[in-house]
């Protein structure tokens, strides 16, 4: 069935809900999803997979919601999910089951059109842990479906398969070393009896970035793919990296060069093809790595593989000799495009960089780029060569450069959709401008850290790269003419992922706690829905019973709810305070939410005998940088992912303060750090509590 419509209003969410404990009518074998299941387009009911598809356009047939009924749509069912922090997840239904994944990789089924619980499956991820708690979060952006097996990735690195009716855990593999300073909040991807993963981490330590394809009936490893090279000395796994090894100078393995794949991987069943978006350099300064020059492949590329046997095909590098964190870890979106005429297979890729990328997926050649947001570090893509205009002085080499965007992107891993009806692509973006200088920063000298982040640059906001100071939006973009077609200013600017829908609507989810739902095509708003909380999640839509839903897990969360500052601790979704829930919804839904307390921006402890050192608190801003900004937000000011340390009783008393580092509280996600001394503890104390008095004194 294609699209589903109701004509009689259903205003019984309640009768609805009162039904959940009549077990489903659906008792036939569930239908078996597999290739063919996953790269079809039409079905409506299920979204079996991350970008719903293959494609991951993220685009729904279904019509019973559209622009003429979506005022309607109310909600129909929720599930708190009390103790949770950052929900950032992609859910999926098979057959009127929701599976989705909680924080710390907690993977949960619910009957579709109730949230009834069916199982819940925990892999234990703070007893996995350990060090890794250090490097990324307990985040995890999605799952994947195969066959009767859910397929999670953890924080920790390992890969796990469920049994999807039971939740029984079937097999688990370490994908990661247990040294290597990475981590996983990836969706694990299958296709062809294979489930690929990658991994993050080039921030935390020496880096050299692959992805793994696994067997998803045994967990066998199938095939690895190094991104960058190692040690020309250790020999090349393959041609590919002795080609990529032409592009390095300098001896970059001891830094391990970084490229990780942390989210953007895309099946392509026409080419039988698996497209990896890969991650920037480690460390993000070329000058440390690749001292004289060179393109560094395949850092911020797009890499097309043998999805058999990992064997590389082709590549596309939209950042060559990369220096700004600018990675290609985004979404790689496939659609069918007639340019100039002609039908493209193309692939549609906006990363970091600015740029919107239209390639040709037949043999990788770029047809067209440009740029989605302000972009001062190229002045154009040459398509006939296709690489970037760079503009002198972007490199920071001839000192502080000022550059749009800045390292968290124009854009990032918030889904970006696209709409075959409208042909717009709908995206998630982001206007900021950055300082960026290595001044001070010991060129010659500089070792990837341990146990905490350096990236060999420093890098400081500036603010909006516009003239109006949005600093956030969402745009409809056309990849035929590459230009904006219509967009939406919004407050701050990590805003979710999108979805789009035969019935001409797009819908989003925003950093203010509103779901809303556009015209698809002229962006009018339609509808909307505040859920009490931060939204990073995407919605999905689905039917069962010939009922359609949207539905979206609710939690503020991901990097810039941690280390966002200002701007994003501007909303108010302080730190334990706000609902995390899961929640559908469906026309003349009528189920009433619990409220939720109002936004509250944390207000820094006062404490007048504190006696704050200014040489102490300079040193201690260099260790806060290192070890806790990540979590608990720039400038010391929590933008909600953990506490807001400036208002923080611990902060006060020594002992306290040293029994939370140095121990760690591992069930929170707080990682331990025995290592730091009493010195460093202070110096940290002091640092803390200058950002609190300065905040004070501006009250
Ligand atoms: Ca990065």
Redo the contacts with the bound molecule.
């Keep these: 069935m294609v699209a589903t419509r109701r004509t009689a209003g259903f205003g019984a969410g309640l009768a609805l809900a009162a039904l959940a404990s009549v077990p489903s009518a659906q008792q036939a074998a569930p239908p078996v999803v597999d290739d063919a299941a996953l790269a079809a387009e039409t079905p409506g009911n299920d979204w079996l997979a991350f970008g719903r598809t293959y494609s991951e356009q993220r685009f729904s047939p279904l019509t019973q919601i559209d622009t003429g009924t979506v005022g309607r749509l109310g909600v129909d069912w929720y599930v708190d999910l009390a103790g949770d922090r950052g929900l950032v997840s992609t859910p999926l239904v098979v057959d009127g089951v929701m599976y989705f994944v909680r924080s710390m990789n907690v993977v949960r089924a619910v009957d579709a059109a109730t949230g009834a619980l069916r199982w819940e499956y925990d892999p234990d991820v703070a007893g996995h842990a350990d060090r890794r708690l250090r490097v990324g979060w307990d985040h995890s952006r999605g799952i994947a479906f195969w066959k009767g097996k859910v397929y999670v990735a953890t924080w920790d690195g390992r890969l796990n398969a469920i049994d999807a009716g039971t939740g029984r855990e079937l097999w688990s593999t370490r994908t990661i070393d247990p040294g290597a300073p990475f981590y996983i909040t990836g969706a694990p991807k299958v296709f062809r009896g294979k489930v690929l993963i990658g991994n993050?981490g080039?921030?935390n330590g020496a880096a050299r970035g692959y992805v793994t394809a696994y067997d998803a009936e045994t967990g066998e490893q199938a095939w690895r793919f190094h991104i960058v090279p190692g040690n020309p000395a250790d020999g090349f796994e393959n041609e590919a990296m002795a080609m990529a090894a032409d592009t390095w100078t300098g001896e970059w393995w001891e830094f391990g060069g970084g490229g990780?794949a942390w989210h953007g991987f895309t099946y392509d069943s026409e080419f039988d093809a698996v497209y990896i978006g890969t991650?920037?350099g480690s460390p993000?300064n070329r000058k440390i790595r690749s001292p004289g020059g060179g393109d560094n492949l395949f850092l911020c590329s797009v890499v097309a593989l043998d999805a058999d046997t990992g064997e590389y095909r082709w590549h596309y590098q939209t950042t060559p000799g990369e220096t700004w964190?600018y990675?290609s870890?985004m979404d790689i979106v496939l659609a069918d495009l007639t340019i100039d005429e002609r039908p493209v297979k193309a692939l549609m890729h906006a990363p970091k960089n600015g740029f919107f990328y239209v390639i040709d997926r037949s043999d990788g050649r770029l047809i067209s780029a440009e740029p989605f947001t302000e972009v001062t570090w190229a002045s154009a893509v040459d398509t006939a060569t296709g690489r970037p205009v760079e503009v002198p002085g972007a490199r920071y080499e001839t000192g502080a450069a000022l550059i749009s965007p800045g390292?968290i992107g124009g854009h990032s891993w918030h889904a970006m959709s696209y709409n075959p009806e409208t042909g717009l692509a709908y995206i998630p973006t982001i206007h900021l401008s950055y300082q960026f200088t290595d001044e001070g920063v010991d060129i010659d000298g500089w070792r990837s850290p341990v146990g905490r982040s350096d990236t060999g640059v420093s890098t400081r906001r500036l603010g909006s790269s516009r003239q109006d100071d949005v600093i956030g939006s969402l745009q409809a973009w056309d990849p035929v003419r590459q230009e904006q077609v219509w967009e939406v200013p919004l407050e701050g600017m990590w805003n979710a992922g999108t979805l789009t829908t035969a019935g001409n609507l797009v819908f989003q989810g925003r950093a203010d706690g509103n779901l809303v739902a556009y015209d698809a095509a002229s962006g009018a708003e339609l509808w909307r829905f505040h859920v009490g909380s931060g939204i990073s999640a995407p919605p999905i839509t689905y039917a069962v019973d010939g009922r359609q839903y949207v539905a979206l897990l609710v939690g503020w969360g991901g990097a810039m709810a941690g280390v966002g500052g200002p701007s994003e601790a501007a909303h108010g979704w302080s730190y334990g305070v706000h609902p995390r829930r899961l929640i559908a919804f469906a026309l003349d839904g009528g189920t009433e939410l619990p409220a939720s307390p109002p936004p509250r921006v944390p207000a820094p402890v006062e404490a007048p005998f504190f006696e704050v050192d200014a040489g102490l608190a300079q040193q201690g801003a260099r260790e806060y940088g290192g070890v806790c900004s990540s979590c608990h937000g720039r400038d010391a000011m929590s933008s909600g992912m953990a506490p807001d340390l400036r208002a923080s009783g611990a902060v006060l008393s020594a002992a306290a303060f040293a029994r939370v580092l140095r121990d760690g509280r591992n069930a929170q996600g707080m990682p331990a750090y025995p290592e730091l001394s009493d010195q460093q503890l202070t110096a940290l104390r002091h640092y803390i509590r200058e950002q609190a008095e300065r905040d004070l004194a501006g009250r």
């Design positions: 993050g080039t921030e990780n991650g920037n993000w964190d990675n870890n390292p």
